[in-house]
């Protein structure tokens, strides 16, 4: 299986260009230049940055030359303090992950996929110079499965339109179900040797998500530990999370959660990525701020291990705030061993 080198340990820059009120005055309070540094100066390799269509374009689909600034400037951050990083498109006219952005309409209307083509290629055109240090994440987190041929079928043209502008630049895919490990198998085949296939991991979610306010059946007064037994995860993924359906019948109830949950988490996604030659990368990972510092760390050190076992490159959610995030107060007990591990 392929790696992909220069992307195995990173984090994201989420709620600065996406997910946000989209105000200059979010775009340049959020993140600094001294952000960037920070995050060199930790270890870490690359940054990955989420970016809505809104920063850069107006309702009728007219860009808009001072958003892109700010991408221009996380770009340049990125390279004066070593760092690669991987340009995302978070929503799209027409689509967002997020039902409450009220974006719909994409995977039916050609005139809204032609204007994410148009984008893309405007992206491909003027940062296909970077390749080098630069990678494409050309739509976050597709939703329902039901989306899963338009999808193949929207992202290998989205793919072939960016090529003509960038053809060595590295694009990550990812697929239904919100980025899932299970999605990667029903993937297009990789259109060129520089695809990566990419999934996200919150798991177990009932632990990552715990209290979370916009989880559907969640108590927002459930607090759980990390090292529980797996049918305490059972019986509390049954009474908060059930219409998810996590199946942890695959361990013995009366182990602890362990590194083997994620081995067998990832043992598809591997097999996969083997046979189409592809490498794997796991876009968003994190714990709510809700779990103690310290189960978030062993949760980090588990997952991270098997990560580094199958050289699966990796960005954590989030680095401030989001309800994640890893320079906020309650994590500076934690953070200088936090770091070492993500």
């Known amino acids: 299986m392929k790696t992909m080198t220069g992307y195995m340990h990173g984090i994201n820059l989420g709620g600065w260009l996406s997910q946000c ?5 979010r775009y340049d309070g959020f993140i600094h230049e001294e952000d960037v540094k920070k995050i ?25 030359e001072d958003g892109f600034v700010y991408i221009d400037n996380a770009l340049e951050w990125a390279g004066k303090y ?57 739509l976050n987190e597709v939703t329902d499965k039901e989306y899963c041929e338009p999808w193949n079928r929207i992202s290998t043209e989205c793919i072939k339109r960016i090529r003509k502008y960038a053809p060595e630049i590295k694009i990550l895919l990812g697929g239904y179900y919100n980025n899932s490990i299970e999605a990667l198998k029903d993937l297009a085949l990789p259109y060129d040797e520089n695809i990566v ?43 908060y999370l059930a219409r998810f359906a996590v199946d942890f019948s695959g361990f013995d109830p009366e182990e602890m959660m362990g590194t083997e949950y994620f081995e067998k988490m990832v043992q598809e ?69 936090l770091v070492k591990v993500i």
């Not at 009120?21 to 005055?25: A, C, G, S, V």
């Not at 270890?43 to 007219?62: K, M, Q, S």
């Not at 974006?103 to 893309?120: A, H, N």
């Not at 916009?214 to 007064?221: E, F, L």
């Open 21 to 25: 009120d989209h105000t200059k005055e």
């Open 40 to 64: 060199a100066n930790w270890g870490l390799d690359h940054i990955r940055v989420p970016v809505d269509y809104d920063l850069v374009e107006d309702a009728e689909g007219n860009y808009k």
């Open 82 to 138: 070593g760092l690669n990083m991987i340009l995302d498109l978070h929503k799209t006219f027409g689509f967002s992950f997020d039902s409450g952005e009220a974006e719909t309409g994409f995977f039916e209307e050609e005139s809204y996929q032609e204007r994410f083509y148009k984008l893309w290629e405007v992206f491909a055109e003027r940062y296909g110079k970077y390749h080098e240090r630069l990678c494409f994440e050309i």
């Open 197 to 239: 296939y990419n999934f996200h991991c919150y798991e177990p979610l009932v632990f990552t998500h715990q209290g979370g306010y916009w989880v559907d059946g969640m108590d927002t007064s459930f607090r759980m530990g990390y090292k529980l037994t797996y049918k305490e995860y059972a019986e509390n993924t049954d009474k």
């Open 269 to 337: 996604a591997v097999s996969v990525a083997e046979e189409r030659n592809v490498a794997l990368y796991c876009g968003e990972y994190g714990v709510i701020n809700l779990a103690t510092p310290e189960d978030t760390l062993d949760w980090y050190r588990d997952i991270c291990s098997v990560f580094d076992k199958y050289g699966i490159g990796r960005a954590a959610w989030s680095y401030k705030e989001m309800d994640f995030g890893f320079v906020d107060d309650h994590m500076k007990d934690v953070i200088d061993e």
